[in-house]
């Protein structure tokens, strides 16, 4: 059994990377998979970045004056979805090495 936990939107970080491979399945032999990975790595840093700094909603605690800034999270397995590229990255660049 495998688990999926994320917040928001942040299981976009593994749909956007497979919707990118689609369009270069067609390469063959790892090619396509290597560069779909890294375009779709690409792509999810930029939406990842986009999502998570966003501008929150400022609180302030009426007893301490003190500033609270509440805004929402975007991630998967804990990480904020625009970290989670790196790993499409090295997945990528392992497959382009490793094409035929």
């Not at 956007?16 to 790892?30: E, H, K, Q, R, S």
């Not at 790595?41 to 929150?56: D, K, L, S």
């Not at 500033?67 to 790196?86: A, C, D, N």
Request: hydrophobic share 55%; with cysteine.
């Amino acid at each position: 059994m495998f688990f999926v936990i994320w917040q928001g939107w942040g299981l976009l970080a593994v749909v956007i990377p497979l919707l990118c491979v689609i369009p270069f399945a067609g390469l063959g032999n790892g090619l396509g998979l290597g560069v779909g990975l890294l375009l779709g790595a690409a792509v999810n840093a930029y939406v990842g970045h986009r999502m998570n700094n966003q501008p929150g909603k400022v609180y302030i605690d009426r007893d301490t004056g003190g500033e609270v800034v509440f805004r929402k999270k975007h991630t998967l397995f804990f990480v904020p979805m625009q970290y989670i590229s790196v790993l499409w990255v090295v997945m990528g660049i392992f497959m382009l090495l490793n094409a035929h």
